[in-house]
């Protein structure tokens, strides 16, 4: 797949950004395991999460996020004061906190989560987000989330 090809389940509007040639280059006979390497054709693709679209989901929370076959990787940057309505999802979630706080609430509790804080959130599991302070929070979703990649997840305000 060249630079500018999308892959073919990802919507134009959010096609990831490739690195570009000079970050890759030929290295013979390594990371090679023979007797499995020559039965798949499939190759890691390289991405920079910084240079994938920043969308717009509120007035005070944006995100960018990669796909890929297992899991979406997203990258959420709150201001002060930022939410994430209460919802749930059949996607489990791992939330770490990188730089900044939020308060979760969940099934009746409420969590602090301050930056090097991780929380897993199972399948289906009500939750909301209040973000207290400008906070960088980066979250794995497993299995995808489909609904972003087609467009009517609901729950955001635009």
Not at 47 to 57: C, F, G, N, R, S
Request: net charge negative.
């Amino acid at each position: 797949m060249s630079k500018t090809e999308t892959p073919a389940n990802t919507p134009p509007a959010i096609a990831p950004t490739r690195h570009s040639a000079p970050h890759v280059t030929e290295a013979p006979g390594r990371g090679i395991i023979p007797n499995v390497s020559q039965h798949t054709a499939a190759m890691p693709l390289l991405y920079q999460l910084d240079a994938q679209p920043m969308e717009q989901v509120s007035e005070l929370l944006q995100r960018q996020y990669l796909t890929g076959a297992h899991a979406t990787l997203v990258k959420w940057t709150a201001k002060k004061g930022a939410t994430v309505p209460l919802h749930h999802h059949a996607n489990e979630q791992i939330t770490w906190i990188t730089a900044g706080e939020a308060e979760v609430y969940s099934q009746g509790r409420k969590y602090l989560l301050k930056a090097g804080d991780i929380m897993i959130f199972p399948p289906n599991v009500p939750h909301e987000f209040f973000f207290t302070a400008d906070t960088i929070d980066i979250d794995i979703f497993s299995p995808p989330r489909q609904d972003w990649l087609e467009c009517r997840a609901t729950y955001y305000a635009k």
